[in-house]
């Protein structure tokens, strides 16, 4: 026996050996918070029916962790007075006349990483719930799922602060929030799923309460902000609902599930006259960390009711300083006021329940919810000062890096922006972090809150003016409204590039203009006094040898020397030429230039289409693209100008070549140096081809079990007009390879049936297909056909069936003489045993046809008329695998020896 079977009778024994502590569970969930290490503390919240005379002080619980010697554990009572007269231990806390609110409370510390099922069950429910058949014969089992997970980091889960317990009243809509707060701030999610009875299995026969005859109404859960609907319940009874709530997390740039918490809750529908009321509050919102959010909840009740309404939420919990709600009952309106701390700081938002409740003999309730995601402030203040050629950037530190922990701050940082030249910055007052377009590029991440500098050296050009904005990165990863910008221009004090653009694009009598601004602030007067002259380097490509192309005259002025060179007769088509400049005084060199290439032109062939892009790299700041077409006779014709350096050229003609060139505009943001600067690119040519696949086909796939064929059907593709066919992938088990099953011409039938014989006995099945295009010439003239992605994976299973007969007569009348299934499916074989009535095995098979002519196993002669018990483990072939199946019964053989003379 396993050990997690082991744990299961442990606590199955536990529970049976208290029969007369029957509690008559209504509701109630499992929650865990981190305590240091792998040591956590569980929390059970149960709601009992208080008019029964059994209590429970202490409850059950199995950690998860079957390999520890004590897998299951009694958890006592820690609210309520204590039983004075009895064991001494708190007594719950009535809440309704009919309603004990239990919490039980414990610690337990985990071996390691892992993913531990935290296991409730207790007999047993309370009678009457309609949607759970024999309700008082049901245990109450509720889980949760605590993942101990080093990559996600420790996990607190959520906290549920709204009662599992409510009315609501026959045609009235109803609704319910559970008021999940996670101390984490963890993305959550929610759905409905059956409530669990024995062993925590889905309870059998059970349904949603709007499925029960009668009761009607839509019945749902909003998956984002958890509030329960039922619009509305058409029959009064007690109802119970389970809610999955589960805790996401981005780790590793994905969305990781880090925890889950089940709540099984009671709704107690009455025939009442009263409507509930109506609340009003204000759309989601976001607030600056520091500063004061408030606005005003107001209700309204039908009946005319009085009303109070409360509000619930992780604004209210552990906070410094935390939240405040008043209602004012003269006006019906309650206020909202928060300012929140640096603790409050995180990435996802807070939610905010507001609940107004009517006073009525039969009390009812509606709900609205508000989210406030709290916004790290920016940093302060940023400066920026060049030193040589590159810039200091400060910025004053975070005003919450002194509220962490010296570790805590380690996890957050600073992300450093840049872009040339100054520019305004809109955000949208809940936007967080860099926009994506507003110009800026990020140039480093500093890692600590406690840090505030960076210097920036990374190929800066003289003379251009450099502004940098700073982005605060919270240990959570939640990022800061950005910063204020701060600009610093390098001094002057070398050549600075303004061009590197080919005048003539040809292979060997290629021109390439090439063009500077003069150092105008180095120090000519006592440093560089002079002579002063210009020389010109070229490089061929990334990594080659710099090469002198060109010396320049000699002047007593560096204003009067030529500042603009024509680099004549070399390859300006193919080569991708970079420049730099040198300026001189008289043998000593001044200072060089940032080298400057060329704009290249790639080109990326596509179906009927060209993309066309302009890769970065050049020592000014590019503003616009201008694309140009370049006819067979030598005329540009204007595409379009463009601000990214991306273009996609249509309507062209698969298997013609087309040709292209690309003017660059761009600044240095700067006053005195050439603004716009402007360079081409040499001319280059492709052929578009059809490499583009189309969409992956949208499909289902249907299993007839009664046929015993798949049955799949497709839709035609919109993104192509040139599909020709279609691929079919297969894989005959769950999570096995899909591999290549058949390929078939587009015909205009959108349905394919496969037959079981054809599939080697089986429709069990994962799925998918893609899609094939034209067959047409590519590069080189290779004939090529493009193939989609896979669509997405359907599988289908075998419905096994294999029925025995109750009765056979083995008389050799050729009547019904062997023992034989019905007609049978999908069974690869089977354990069956065939027994006397004084219980001796006469005949065993295991041929699922089992053609048993009646005979004894040993002797070999007729048996005797009368009954025989079988057992039968059939294992039928299912898209799990092997799956074995184990039933009995008993037959009558007629037609063989007479009972006494067997």
Same mark, same amino acid.
């Given at each position: ?11 199955? /024994?536990?529970i ?12 109630g ?18 709601y ?19 390999? $520890?010697?004590?897998p ?6 820690? $609210?309520?007075?204590l039983?004075?007269g ?6 719950? @806390? ?14 337990h ?5 892992g ?5 409730v069950?207790?007999?047993? %429910?309370?009678?009457? =719930?309609?949607?759970? &058949? ?10 949760s ?5 080093? !990559? ?13 317990? @409510?009315?609501a ?11 999940a ?13 059956a409530?669990?009875g ?16 009668g ?21 009064s ?11 996401? %997390? ?5 969305w ?11 709704i107690?529908?009455?025939? *009442? ?39 619930i939420?992780g604004?209210?919990?552990?906070? !410094? &300083? ?5 209602w $004012? ?5 309650g ?8 603790d409050?700081v ?8 507001f609940q ?17 995601? =709290? ?7 940023? +400066?920026a ?27 957050? #940082? ?7 030249g ?7 007052? *809940? !936007?967080v ?8 590029t ?8 406690? $840090? ?5 050296? !990374? ?16 240990p959570?990863?939640?990022r ?17 590039m ?9 292979v ?11 150092p ?10 002079g ?14 040898e ?12 560096l ?20 420049y ?19 704009p ?36 540009? =014709?204007?595409?379009d100008?463009? /601000? ?11 298997g013609?070549?087309? *040709? ?10 700067? +006053? ?16 578009p081809y ?6 992956? &086909? ?22 192509a ?8 992938y ?7 390879a899909?591999?290549?099953l ?19 006995? #089986? ?11 034209s ?7 290779v004939?090529q056909?493009?193939? #989609?992605?896979?669509?997405d ?12 007969p ?11 003489d ?36 009646g005979?004894h ?6 048996c ?16 799990s ?5 184990r039933?009995s019964?008993?037959f ?11």
């Amino acid at each position: 026996m396993s050990m997690r079977s082991e744990s299961f009778l442990l606590f199955l /024994a536990l529970i049976v050996g208290l029969p007369a502590l029957a509690t008559h569970n209504r509701a109630g969930e499992v929650t865990y918070r981190h305590l240091e290490g792998t040591t956590y503390e569980v929390t059970i919240t149960t709601y009992t029916k208080s008019s029964v005379v059994a209590d429970r002080p202490w409850l059950s619980l199995l950690w998860g962790d079957e390999g $520890n010697e004590t897998p299951v554990d009694s958890l006592p009572r820690t $609210n309520g007075p204590l039983d004075a007269g009895g064991s001494g231990l708190p007594t719950g @806390e009535l809440i309704d006349g009919e309603v004990r609110l239990n919490i039980y409370k414990g610690v337990h510390t985990y071996s390691g990483p892992g993913i531990y099922t935290l296991v409730v069950e207790d007999p047993n %429910r309370n009678d009457g =719930v309609l949607n759970i &058949p024999s309700s008082v014969d049901v245990p109450f089992c509720i889980t949760s799922q605590l993942i101990i997970d080093p !990559e996600a980091g420790q996990n607190d889960s959520p906290v549920l602060l709204a009662p599992a317990i @409510e009315n609501a009243c026959i045609g009235q809509r109803w609704e319910h929030n559970p008021g999940a707060f996670d101390p984490d701030g963890d993305s959550l999610s929610y759905d409905l799923i059956a409530c669990a009875g024995f062993d925590c299995q889905p309870i059998e026969g059970f349904v949603q309460p709007n499925e029960v005859e009668g009761a009607g109404g839509d019945f749902y859960v909003e998956p984002l902000s958890g509030t329960v609907v039922w619009d509305a319940p058409g029959l009064s009874g007690e109802y119970n609902m389970a809610l999955r709530i589960r805790e996401w %997390r981005w780790v590793g740039a994905q969305w990781r599930m880090v925890g889950e918490v089940i709540r099984d809750m009671q709704i107690n529908v009455e025939t *009442c006259p009263n409507q509930p009321p109506i609340v009003a509050v204000p759309a989601d919102t976001c607030i600056l960390q520091g500063e004061t959010l408030m606005f005003t909840v107001s209700a309204s009740d039908p009946n005319g009711d009085n009303l109070t309404i409360t509000a619930i939420g992780g604004p209210f919990e552990d906070f !410094e &300083p935390d939240a405040d709600f008043g209602w $004012n009952p003269l006006t019906d309106v309650g206020t909202f006021n928060w300012t929140p701390g640096c603790d409050a700081v995180r990435q996802s938002p807070y939610q905010l329940v507001f609940q107004a409740t009517d006073v009525d003999p039969v009390p009812l309730s509606d709900l609205e919810t508000v989210r406030i995601r =709290v916004l790290a402030r920016p940093v302060a203040s940023t +400066s920026a000062q060049p030193i040589g050629n590159a810039v200091e950037v400060d910025w004053s530190v975070h005003p919450c890096a002194v509220s962490y922990s010296e570790a805590m701050q380690n996890l957050g #940082s600073y992300e450093v922006y840049r872009r040339i030249g100054t520019a305004e910055l809109e955000q949208d007052p *809940c !936007e967080v972090g860099m926009p994506v377009d507003a110009g800026y590029t990020l140039i480093s991440t500093v890692q600590g809150l406690g $840090n505030n500098a960076h210097l920036d050296s !990374e190929a800066l050009s003289f003379g251009a003016t450099y502004c940098y904005r700073v982005v605060a990165v919270m240990p959570d990863g939640s990022r800061s409204k950005v910063g204020p910008e701060a600009c610093a221009q390098i001094d002057k004090g070398v050549p600075v590039m303004t061009g590197a653009s080919v005048e003539v694009s040809d292979v060997a009598a290629g021109a390439i203009e090439v063009r500077w601004s003069p150092p105008t602030d180095a120090d000519t007067a006592e440093a560089f006094p002079g002579p002063y002259r210009y020389t010109v380097e070229a490089q061929s490509q990334a990594g080659a040898e710099w090469s002198l192309i060109h010396e320049g005259p000699i002047a007593d002025a560096l204003v009067v020397l030529d500042t603009v060179h024509v680099h004549l007769g070399v390859n300006s088509e193919e080569t991708l030429w970079t420049y730099r400049v040198t300026a001189l005084s008289g043998e000593d060199a001044i200072g060089v230039s940032t080298p400057a290439p060329v704009p290249e032109l790639q080109m990326g062939p596509a179906d009927n289409s060209m993309v066309l892009s302009v890769p970065l790299g050049r020592p000014w700041f590019d503003t616009a693209y201008v694309f140009h077409r370049i006819l067979p006779d030598g005329v540009s =014709v204007l595409l379009d100008t463009v /601000a990214e350096p991306l273009f996609v050229d249509t309507g062209l003609v698969n298997g013609i070549p087309v *040709c292209y060139r690309v003017r660059t505009i761009g600044t240095y943001g700067s +006053s005195d140096i050439l603004d716009p600067i402007e360079n081409w690119s040499a001319i280059r040519c492709a052929t578009p081809y059809d490499t583009e696949p189309p969409c992956p &086909p949208v499909f289902e796939v249907e299993a007839d079990c009664a046929a015993e064929v798949a049955r799949l059907r497709w839709w035609s593709s919109s993104c192509a007009e040139d599909i020709t066919g279609y691929r079919l992938y297969r894989s005959d088990s769950l999570g096995g390879a899909l591999e290549f099953l058949m390929e078939w011409e587009e015909d205009g039938d959108t349905v394919l049936v496969l037959s079981a014989d054809e599939l080697g006995g #089986s429709i069990a099945g994962c799925w998918t297909m893609t899609a094939l295009d034209s067959l047409m010439p590519g590069p080189g003239g290779v004939l090529q056909q493009n193939e #989609s992605d896979r669509g997405d994976t359907t599988c289908t299973d075998n419905c096994p069936f294999y029925f025995l007969p109750n009765v056979f007569t083995p008389n050799l009348d050729g009547l019904n003489d062997r023992f034989q299934p019905f007609p049978w499916k999908f069974v690869d074989s089977v354990d069956f045993r065939v027994f006397n009535r004084w219980g001796e095995e006469v005949w065993r098979t295991a041929d699922p046809q089992l053609d048993w002519p009646g005979t004894h196993q040993r002797t070999g002669s007729i048996c005797a008329d009368g009954a025989y018990h079988y057992t039968c483990t059939a294992y039928t072939r299912r898209l799990s695998g092997t799956v074995s199946e184990r039933f009995s019964g008993t037959f009558q053989l007629l037609g063989g020896l007479d009972s006494s003379e067997e």
